[in-house]
């Protein structure tokens, strides 16, 4: 009953509009029937939560993916670098080897002419070799990059060199020149592996 009186009122309300009876219910209906598709089903929902779960899925799927192969990477990196330092090692200690073995001939052909000759003899031979090993030992270093820093009679250059001591510099010296080097310095590749350790005039 009062449902009846609401839609007549409507009705005169809408006719008092200027609204004819067949529009209003045409209204009416329309109301209904947005109402009825703006409201989700249950399979619309399960619909939606399904490809929620399968976007899901992939993302973790691929950032699965990602981390493995970051694993990998990282893995081999390490192998090629470990691989690298092995064989940079090889090869220095090979170059070792070799002034190594000129050392063990040098003490050999001494103790051959100390049998035979007087000492002197055998001391100028040993040193012969062992200038002969250093040599090569130097010239060893150069192929590796090392060379030695230019320290005495040169100004006193705090990237090359470290002072242990002062002295007062003769009359044909200036001030803050390397009077003598009591340690060599190197550089490997234009950056200093050892500073020089030297005496500066003051």
């Known amino acids: 009953m009062e449902e009846q009186a609401a839609k007549r009122e409507q009705q005169e309300e809408a006719r008092g509009d200027g609204t004819s009876e067949e529009e209003a219910r045409a ?4 109301a ?12 619309d929902l399960e619909a939606q939560l399904r490809a929620l779960q399968e976007e899901h899925e992939k993302l973790n799927d691929r950032f699965l993916r990602q981390a493995a192969e970051f694993q990998n990477y990282r893995r081999r990196t390490k192998r090629d670098k470990e691989r690298q330092y092995q064989s940079g090692k090889e090869d220095v200690l090979l170059s070792m080897l070799e002034v190594l073995d ?5 003490l050999e052909a001494a103790d051959e002419i100390s049998e035979e000759q007087n000492p002197e003899e055998a001391y100028e031979s040993l ?6 090993v250093y040599k090569k030992f130097v010239d060893e270093l150069n192929n590796l990059g090392v060379e030695p820093i230019e320290a005495e009679g040169e100004p006193f250059d705090e990237e090359l060199h470290e002072a242990m001591m002062q002295q007062p510099a003769p009359d044909d010296v200036e001030p803050g020149t390397v009077l003598q080097e009591i ?3 190197y550089l490997l590749d234009d950056r200093v592996l050892r500073h020089s350790r030297v005496i500066v005039a003051e």
């Open 127 to 132: 040193r012969d070799g062992v200038e002969m």
């Open 32 to 43: 209904e029937s947005n109402g009825a598709a703006e409201e989700p089903t249950d399979e």
């Open 102 to 106: 000129d050392f063990q001939r040098s």
């Open 27 to 30: 209204d009416e209906a329309a």
């Open 183 to 185: 340690r060599k310095g």
